[in-house]
Every structure is written in C-alpha cells, then in structure tokens.
C-alpha cells in the first residue's frame, strides 16, 4: 500500500512514520509513505500556502493553487483509491473505517492547517473527510498520523504476528480482555486462574466473557452499535 501525505509541516511528521511497526511496514515493503512539503508547490518567492479568507473572518486559508498542483501531479502518476482532507467536521474515524482504508492500494492524506483548505478543493478533489474526534487539533498532521498507524499495522504480513491484528481492541466492535505475563504472582496480585490452565478453550470462552463484560461496562455504545 501506498500513503501520499500532504502538508505544510512535514517535520511534524517525520518521527512516528519513521519509528517500530512503521518503520518495520515500510522496509519489508508492505508500505509506501511518502511526505510532500506543500510549499514545494507554491510559485512565489515566499512560497506562501495560505491567504486571508473572503468575506472578512479571522484565521488563515489553504490556498487553492498549491494543493491543486500537488494532486494533480500525483494523481497522474498513478490512480489513487481515495483523497482523504484531515479536519474536525469530517466523519468519525474508527477501527472499521481503518479495515476498509488498509484494503486500498494508494491513498493520499491532505492535512487541513490553519482554518481549513479553500473549499473548492474540498468540493472537486477530496472523496473521504476524516476528523479523528470531537475536538480541534492545530492541524491534521497528528490525524494523519494516526491515519497511517492505523490503517498500516492491520495491512496483512505488516506485522509479524497476523493473529495478534485481528484480535485488537473493537475488531468485532469488543474492547479486548484483559491480559497480563509473567510473574503469575506479584505484589500478592494473582493472574486470574483460568489463564494458567492450560485448558485452551476454557480460556478463549473467559476472554469472550471478559470482552464483552468490559465492552458492555465501558462503551455499551459498541453493542448497540453491532
Ligand atoms: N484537524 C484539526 N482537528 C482535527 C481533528 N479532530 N481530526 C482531524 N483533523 C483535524
């Protein structure tokens, strides 16, 4: 799979695209990421990405003319899946939108800054709008990343261990069990019993127990959901 990301910080970046599964994803070749400094695509001597909005508002815009060029340069490229704009009012993101972006081949992410990107880009090049949660980053940068993280650690072979994917946290729309290691005893704290069974079955009845009790305590919205 191939990730695009497009940005005026791309410093912001750098570090968690570039460390442990990630890293990993991309040297065995499961994954592509590529960061494209927004500026790189201006025309002027200050390489300027945004401008005051019409009709007088606070804030900054994202200039038209730099992201359009961005795009289209890539997108003759190659043929992108989805063009996804990182900002506040877009859809929720979660696991099940994570599984569908991870089955894609190419994708590329544009980091909302400032007060949002011209709408016109919005209107005729974007096809997903992603906000992480209900509350305002200083730009999507940090939405991208998780995007990436995200979507990259359930590519299949991405990680080492398959199983250990499919078994996360809400897929299923169920918190994982708990789970605990060595030692079985700590403190006076004990590891629940079952757990040092042996007995295979009795302990994977106790995790599906132990998720949805968990699930129906801490995020009933997730069974309602399902
Ligand atoms: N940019 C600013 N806030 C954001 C959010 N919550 N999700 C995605 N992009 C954002």
Redesign the pocket.
């Known amino acids: 799979m191939r990730i695009d990301i497009i940005t005026v910080v791309p410093e912001l970046l750098a570090s968690p695209l570039n460390e442990s599964i990630l890293k990993r994803a991309q040297e065995s070749g499961h994954a592509e990421i590529y960061v494209h400094n927004l500026r790189d695509y201006t025309d002027d001597k200050r390489r300027t990405v945004d401008d005051y909005p019409f009709g007088g508002e606070a804030g900054m815009v994202m200039k038209i003319e730099p992201v359009y060029r961005c795009i289209e340069k890539l997108k003759s490229e190659r043929d992108y899946d989805e063009i996804i704009f990182?900002?506040?009012d877009?859809i929720t993101?979660n696991q099940h939108e994570a599984n569908r972006l991870s089955l894609m081949k190419n994708i590329i992410i544009l980091?909302?800054h400032y007060k949002g990107v011209d709408y016109r880009i919005r209107e005729h090049l974007i096809t997903r709008e992603?906000?992480?949660?209900?509350?305002?980053?200083?730009?999507?940068e940090?939405?991208a990343c998780v995007i990436a993280d995200s979507v990259v650690r359930i590519i299949p072979g991405a990680i080492g261990d398959e199983a250990s994917a499919l078994t996360d946290c809400f897929q299923d729309n169920l918190l994982a069990p708990p789970v605990y290691t060595r030692p079985a005893e700590f403190n006076g704290w004990r590891v629940p019993e079952v757990l040092l069974s042996g007995n295979f079955a009795e302990i994977e009845r106790w995790q599906e127990e132990q998720a949805f009790e968990r699930t129906q305590t801490l995020r009933p919205d997730l069974i309602a959901d399902k």
């Open positions: 990182t900002s506040p877009g993101y980091c909302g992603i906000s992480i949660g209900d509350y305002v980053l200083t730009g999507g940090l939405a």
